[in-house]
């Protein structure tokens, strides 16, 4: 349109243009978040696999202490002992609660003894046990990444 045409529109076309141009503008915005959200990573950084404890926050012998967020209990079997057990049930995934017994799944039933061997239910292998790390400072480190045989448990 020229300028003379523009000056002589009537309202009806006045409505119609200036509709078409907040459609414009509105598709504008939305294409231009669209893009923003899809440059931009979607990240979520789960929990770390490694984490440590201070020595003076072990439990006490023939004790467990259970981490929830990591999914893990941590054994102290002796002065001088430490393991480290997965609550991750071994048939789907479940996270087991500690019982009198040992463990047992609240999902399917399965039951572990107090040290994760299956005594019940459909679990198809022992909770897994992770490696415990003495560090310098007094502080101990748990890798939750590791698998190391059952029962293993470290000098402290
Ligand atoms: S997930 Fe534990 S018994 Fe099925």
Redesign the pocket.
Known sequence: MKTDELSNINRREFLVLGSAASCLGIAALASTGAIYRYLMPVVSYGIASKFRLEASALPEVGDGLVFPDQKVMLIRKSDHELGVISLV??????T?ARVATGFQ??????QYDSEGVVVG???PQTLAWHTVKVLPGNEVEIDTSSRVDENTYYKI
């Open positions: 049930c071994t048939h789907l995934g479940c087991v799944c609240p999902c399917h039933g399965s239910g459909p679990a």
